[in-house]
């Protein structure tokens, strides 16, 4: 049975106060369409799907030797950081020879790690102050935001592990808006990330009656009912108008929802029997009462799944940790701050230290990436509808080097993007060029951004 029937295009299952869109299913056949009929985004209408976009951000460098392939092309052996990614090599690309110059000190000498994250999606100088005078440019997903915000509920998501701040010296002279903030909506306005999941959640879910909103939560609370039990009559009388393929698909979809809730919830309970400690609702702690950055950022990096799966945004953008962060990670071993590691003077067991926290961190990228093609979308998947960039602001944090950055892009672009191969990019290539090509295929035209010089034409070829 492959009947469609027609519904609004948002289509949500609804109840109390409570909404939860829907991924695209083939029965359904939207009412009204944006599509390009180019087929560069749009909306599900015949064979068109829209893209999404995305930036993961990591900090203080990587250990670049073990991160870089030997062999150009296809068929390259993965370096021990991006082993993780064994099982994906063929949907993403290696891209390296890129450059951020705005990063650089020029005259304004130290505060590498404020210039490496405001300028890594702005590719625009930033203003050296720690005062209320912050300078940045507009990053590149809020560009796409604001041309695609009025397809999606959302025009973008932010989310990390890291929460931002917009004010404070954090960086030689450099205000912590610079160092926390990757997203920025205007020169002067960064968009901090939510980094707790259940805000997260409750934000994707809620009603947009901020009364029935509290009305919801306060009754679920109280019950302690799923998200998904006010939507289960709604749910069942469109089940029915489906296909077989579909129906599997909304019980599959419904399913990795009631989970995610259920993880959330477990989330809130670890560490609250711990004297005189406040505990963040909804982020992941362990038996000591300290954030667990696994379980935390595969929450928050499965929200994001969610949100690109339903459509409520096509951009977002994703903060591992701010540069500068100095957390250790005795997950794998390394007790020792991030950050002071990072300067390790070419000592050889400071960057093997660091290479298993760049390990760490991809490991999470690889988990996003495959859950990403999990998910069924038209012919292919959702992961082939997008374009994953993952990277840091810096190359070797030891040199402060914003030259050679270390960036993965995964992700089809729609069938746009030739993946599986290392590219290397002519010396001092500007990052920019990459996110014009990005734009681009998101159907966001533009001349130039940042300090572009033309387009990432590797891409397809």
Not at 53 to 76: E, H, Q, R, S
Not at 84 to 93: A, I, R, T
Not at 297 to 310: H, N, Y
């Amino acid at each position: 049975m492959n009947t469609s029937f027609p519904l609004p295009r948002r289509h949500f299952l609804k109840g109390l106060g409570t909404l939860v869109a829907l991924p695209f299913l083939e029965s359904i056949r939207p009412i009204k369409s944006l599509a390009d009929t180019s087929g560069v985004t749009g909306s599900a209408v015949g064979s068109v799907l829209p893209r999404r976009m995305a930036f993961i951000y990591v900090p203080n460098g990587i250990n670049m030797a073990d991160w870089t392939p030997k062999t150009l092309g296809t068929g390259f052996d993965l370096p021990a950081i991006l082993e993780p990614l064994k099982n994906l090599q063929s949907d993403f690309n290696v891209l390296t020879g890129l450059t951020q110059d705005a990063g650089r000190a020029k005259m304004d000498g130290a505060g590498d790690h404020a210039r490496a994250s405001a300028t890594w999606l702005t590719s625009t100088r930033i203003r050296k102050t720690n005062g209320v005078d912050i300078h940045a440019g507009i990053s590149v997903d809020q560009v796409a935001a604001q041309r695609l915000g009025r397809e999606t509920r959302f025009a973008s998501l932010e989310l990390g592990c890291d929460r931002g701040q917009t004010s404070g010296n954090c960086d030689s002279g450099y205000s912590c808006a610079y160092s926390y903030n990757i997203a920025w909506r205007t020169p002067s306005s960064p968009l901090p990330p939510e980094v707790d999941p259940a805000l997260a959640f409750e934000r994707l879910f809620s009603s947009a009656n901020r009364n029935e909103t509290a009305e919801r939560r306060a009754r679920r609370e109280r019950d302690e009912k799923s998200i998904l039990d006010f939507v289960l009559e709604d749910a069942r009388v469109l089940n029915a108008k489906l296909g077989r393929t579909d129906q599997r698909k909304l019980d599959e979809y419904l399913t990795s929802v009631r989970d995610l809730e259920r993880r959330i919830q477990l989330a809130k309970t670890v560490g609250q029997d711990l004297p005189g400690f406040q505990q963040p609702t909804g982020i992941p702690r362990n038996d000591r009462g300290r954030p667990d950055f696994q379980p935390h950022s595969r929450l928050m990096l499965d929200i994001l799944a969610l949100a690109f799966q339903t459509d409520a945004t096509r951009v977002a953008t994703f903060v591992m940790k701010h540069d500068g962060s100095d957390d250790p990670y005795p997950q794998v071993g390394v007790s020792e701050g991030h950050h002071t590691l990072s300067h390790h003077q070419n000592d050889e067991e400071k960057k093997a230290k660091i290479a298993k926290i760049n390990r760490f961190h991809l490991e999470q990228f690889a988990y996003f990436i495959g859950k990403l093609k999990s998910i069924q979308e038209g012919s292919g998947s959702l992961l082939d509808q997008s374009m994953i960039l993952y990277g840091s602001g810096l190359a070797d944090g030891n040199q402060h080097a914003h030259d050679n950055l270390p960036i993965l892009l995964a992700g089809r672009g729609g069938g746009s993007i030739q993946t599986g191969r290392h590219i290397r990019f002519p010396k001092e290539t500007p990052m920019a060029n990459v996110f014009l090509s990005m734009l681009d295929r998101m159907n966001v035209p533009a001349e130039r951004f940042g300090d572009s010089t033309g387009r990432a034409n590797q891409l397809t070829t």
